[in-house]
């Protein structure tokens, strides 16, 4: 299965744009990208997913690398309810093993 | 309100004895998963299942037992062969023909083996 290499922390203050990066480089042409967050002691919620195009939610925007070896989840404006582990992962129409996760981004907003 | 449902939250069971995870959805979803996180780490996955009596070992399906009789139930038992079972279980699930749609995960079911 194709993997996901993302940092281990980040940091922002509130109210300033976040850019969280994930590499992928040995993604496959049917691996769609899926962003999810998870809260202290909850579970993983939903973020956003694509392709190939840049998409936009109420949430987040998700800007995909032409080549599609990285993508960056933006959120636009921080708060501290944004503090969360953030997970990239990839999921394959191919593969019945879908949503495969790893260790994800602590992101710590600083009002 | 449509959802999936874990319980209890909390579990506390004495080394040796089996442990059963409930897990409920009313999302009409195919698939269901399984996964353990342990304090600092993601999330591997014990077990899935694409569909009704039918379910596939994840990464670390060693010491679990799952069964899958009913759509909507997806139950995790934790056996005395499971020799760290203490951990954070979380279920999800997943409309299983669509990939690019998102999944949907309980609460969550922090077990404490003493």
């Known amino acids: 299965d194709a993997k996901t290499t993302q940092p281990n922390s980040m940091e922002s203050n509130e109210e300033e744009p976040v850019h969280l990066p994930c590499n992928h480089s040995?993604?496959?042409?049917?691996?769609?990208i899926h962003w999810y967050r998870q809260l202290p002691s909850q579970g993983p919620e939903y973020v956003i997913h694509?392709?190939?195009s840049n998409v936009n939610n109420r949430m987040a925007s998700l800007a995909i690398a032409e080549d599609r070896k990285s993508s960056t989840l933006i959120l636009h404006r921080a708060t501290l309810r944004d503090a969360a582990v953030y997970y990239c992962?990839?999921?394959?129409?191919?593969?019945?093993?879908?949503?495969?996760f790893g260790s994800g981004t602590q992101l710590t907003v600083l009002p | 309100d449509g959802g999936i449902t874990q319980s209890p939250k909390y579990l506390f069971r004495k080394e040796g004895q089996n442990v059963t995870l409930s897990c409920e959805q009313n999302l009409n979803h195919d698939a269901m998963y399984w996964y353990r996180q342990d304090p600092g780490q993601g999330l591997r996955l014990i077990y899935y299942?694409?569909?009704?009596?039918?379910?596939q070992k994840g990464d670390i399906a060693e010491g679990y037992s799952v069964s899958r009789e009913k759509k909507e139930s997806f139950p995790l038992t934790v056996t005395s062969a499971q020799k760290n079972p203490t951990a954070f279980y979380l279920c999800?699930?997943?409309?299983?023909?669509?990939?690019?749609?998102?999944?949907?995960f309980g609460q969550g079911t922090r077990l404490t083996v003493v």
């Open positions: 999800a699930s997943s409309i299983q023909a669509k990939v690019n749609t998102e999944a949907f």
């Open positions: 040995t993604i496959s042409g049917t691996d769609y």
């Open positions: 992962i990839l999921s394959s129409t191919g593969s019945a093993r879908q949503l495969t």
């Open positions: 694509g392709l190939t």
């Open positions: 299942s694409q569909i009704v009596n039918d379910f």
